[in-house]
């Protein structure tokens, strides 16, 4: 999809068109466009500038906007350079066409293909200045670009659909002030055909009739006589499509009729000037008038068919041309064409002189080669004369003089110090050739640089002094480069310094922690170990403690057969007592043998409790409290000074 972003050049700070040159050079920088240039204004910046500027001269509007720069984007490979050239060289031919002086650009030099346009605010056939209003770009600009671009194959812009239609700037702006316009011309002529047309083919003839070329495919293209681009049905709005002038053509009795080309109001306008002098016309003045009315009224007529096809419609779009002339034609009482020849040029006469005259005392309007020059006669004038570089410097000087064109030479000469007497002086001098003037200017100033750059004694012991005080401060500067780079040096030194220090600290701290880590780790390890050692010990005993037991069994056994056998009951009871004793012990025993690996597994393992709770428990343990009684104050949300407390309240109350 290309995007087209807009933007107006406008006029710097001390006048002047220097923005419109700038940007023009930028547009055709050889580096970036690979040769890929057009427009209708030239081909090389000062061309196409010095084109622009005619235009501007010419209708004496060289104030406010220069001009305008308008950018059509590709995304990153969506279009060749061939096919960026042919969509950006439609969009200008269709909205610019060849009213405004324009050259465009493709740059080759980024990831995505773009072009630049730059044309002249100043129309060219009319002298209006170009305006842009709020919402062109939507319903006019941008539309345009995406029809263009759906020709070659490239996807237009994707945003709201509403007034996509879009029109050139020419008919856009002619629509704003109710003048005829290439496209009202093709509807005024097919409104007025359908009226008299039986159906389509004799419809198509008698457009041709009037002139006509049409061409009939997917779309019918009307080429209005003497145009040389006409316009497709679906760019004519609603109404205007081959099916629905059928259907009009069908239901003409229901159609309002053709609406006019002119606006009402223009149309009194024009007449209100035009009729005010017309009480005595000689027959040139009549037949420029007739010319005039014909552009605005040709389909009003008795008989549309007898004018001039071709030329009616061209003065159509040209009516506020017209109505210029026509009115400069009466008011200056011109009443024949030797008349109007005679005006024309004694006004080029005067036109010719004017220029000549402002041409001689105009502001340098380049500030570019203004801040070249002063560079330049800076650099001269601080070299002295026995330097080897002053003749270089001196040429250069004048080579740069030789480029710069002669209307600048006024404001050159104050530049270099003359005084505005004496460049009246010089302007005073009256000769008729102004290549003569400009020649004797020229002689003035080398004399006044001579003379001002002759050596004389004072002038060298000046120059004498001058160097001996650059030497001194030039020694004195080194002085101080000294002292600042051994002062940096310094304070670089103490940075260093405080830096290794601190370095040195952090290793140290962490080589504690480490230390801390490694002591913790030896402590559950030799705790661990016994655990493990207890654990042995206690299997131990308990087996031993079992072998008593049975011993102890056989031994009260043998004493029972010597007693006297109780009863029944008795026996049962008392075996079921022994045996709840044998099994409360041996079970006490089991848990007893099994604790430290539920306290480990409880306690130790995982990051559930830190190493100060862990060391609490292990002493816990170590003074006798079993897991389960454990599991009645330990909890990782507890300092251990809060779980002891908890401690001892439990052990009170079981003593209790």
């Known amino acids: 999809m290309a995007i087209t972003k807009l933007s107006n050049i406008g006029t710097p700070q001390g006048g002047g068109a220097a923005h419109l040159k700038n940007c023009i050079s930028y547009i055709l920088n050889s580096d970036k466009t690979e040769g890929l240039v057009g427009g209708n204004a030239g081909t090389t910046p000062q061309e196409v500038y010095q084109v622009m500027m005619d235009t501007k001269q010419e209708w004496e509007k060289e104030n406010g906007r220069q001009g305008y720069h308008f950018v059509i984007s590709f995304p990153p490979g969506e279009a060749t350079k061939e096919e960026a050239y042919a969509v950006i060289n439609d969009f200008c031919e269709e909205y610019l066409g060849e009213n405004f002086d324009y050259v465009f650009s493709v740059h080759t030099d980024q990831k995505h293909m773009h072009g630049h346009i730059v044309f002249n605010s100043v129309n060219r056939m009319d002298g209006y200045k170009y305006r842009y209003e709020k919402g062109d770009w939507e319903k006019y600009i941008q539309p345009i670009t995406d029809r263009v671009c759906e020709k070659y194959g490239l996807p237009p812009l994707v945003y709201d659909p509403h007034n996509k239609i879009g029109k050139s700037y020419a008919a856009h702006y002619a629509e704003k002030e109710g003048r005829p316009s290439s496209e009202k011309i093709i509807k005024a002529d097919i409104d007025f055909v359908i009226a008299a047309s039986e159906d389509w083919n004799d419809f198509v003839k008698q457009m041709e009739s009037l002139g006509y070329k049409i061409r009939q495919g997917k779309y019918v293209t009307y080429i209005p006589p003497g145009f040389e681009r006409g316009r497709r049905d679906s760019r004519l709005g609603t109404g205007y499509r081959k099916e629905e002038i059928q259907e009009r053509i069908q239901n003409k009795g229901k159609e309002k009729g053709a609406e006019s080309i002119l606006s009402s109001k223009l149309s009194k306008k024009y007449e209100r000037e035009i009729f005010q002098y017309t009480e005595t016309l000689t027959i040139f003045q009549i037949k420029k008038i007739k010319i005039f009315y014909q552009a605005g009224h040709y389909l009003e007529g008795k008989n549309p068919y007898a004018v001039n096809q071709k030329d009616v419609r061209k003065n159509a779009i040209r009516i506020n041309e017209l109505y210029e002339e026509c009115k400069y034609i009466l008011k200056n009482d011109i009443k024949t064409e030797d008349d109007l020849l005679e005006k024309q040029n004694a006004l080029l006469a005067k036109e010719k002189q004017l220029m000549n005259c ?235 043998s099994k604790e430290p690996d539920r306290f480990i597994e409880t306690y130790l393992a995982g990051d559930t409790f830190n190493e100060a709770q862990k060391e609490f428990l292990i002493k816990c343990l170590e003074e006798g409290d079993t897991v389960e009684e454990m599991k009645t104050y330990a909890s990782a949300s507890l300092t251990p000074a809060m779980m002891q407390r908890l401690r001892q309240v439990r052990k009170k109350r079981r003593g209790q």
Not at 427 to 451: C, G, M, P, T, Y
Request: proline residues 2%; contains cysteine.
């Open 358 to 592: 402002r041409s001689s005392l105009r502001s340098v309007e380049d500030k570019e080669m203004l801040r070249q020059y002063r560079a330049l006669k800076k650099r001269l004038s601080d070299t002295p004369d026995w330097d080897d570089r002053f003749e270089i410097y001196q040429e250069e000087l004048n080579t740069f003089l030789k480029q710069m064109p002669e209307r600048e030479y006024y404001c050159i000469c104050a530049l270099d110090g003359m005084t505005v007497e004496e460049i009246r002086r010089i302007d005073s001098i009256a000769v008729q050739d102004w290549r003569v003037k400009i020649k004797h200017i020229k002689e003035e100033r080398l004399n006044f640089l001579e003379n001002m750059f002759v050596p004389n004694s004072e002038m060298q012991k000046q120059i004498s002094e001058l160097h001996d005080k650059a030497g001194k401060v030039f020694q004195e500067t080194e002085e101080l480069r000294i002292t600042l780079n051994a002062t940096l040096q310094q304070t670089l030194d103490i940075q260093k310094n405080a830096l290794m220090e601190q370095r040195e600290s952090y290793q140290n701290s962490l080589a504690a922690k480490e230390e801390l880590i490694k002591e913790r780790d030896e402590k559950i390890q030799s705790l661990v170990n016994e655990i493990e050692q207890n654990k042995k010990t206690w299997q131990t005993e308990k087996k031993t403690l079992l072998l008593q037991l049975e011993e102890k069994k056989s031994s009260d056994d043998d004493k029972e057969e010597q007693k006297e056998v109780p009863s029944k009951k008795e026996n049962s009871v008392r075996d079921v007592t022994e045996k709840k004793k044998r099994w409360h012990f041996f079970n006490k025993e089991e848990k007893k």
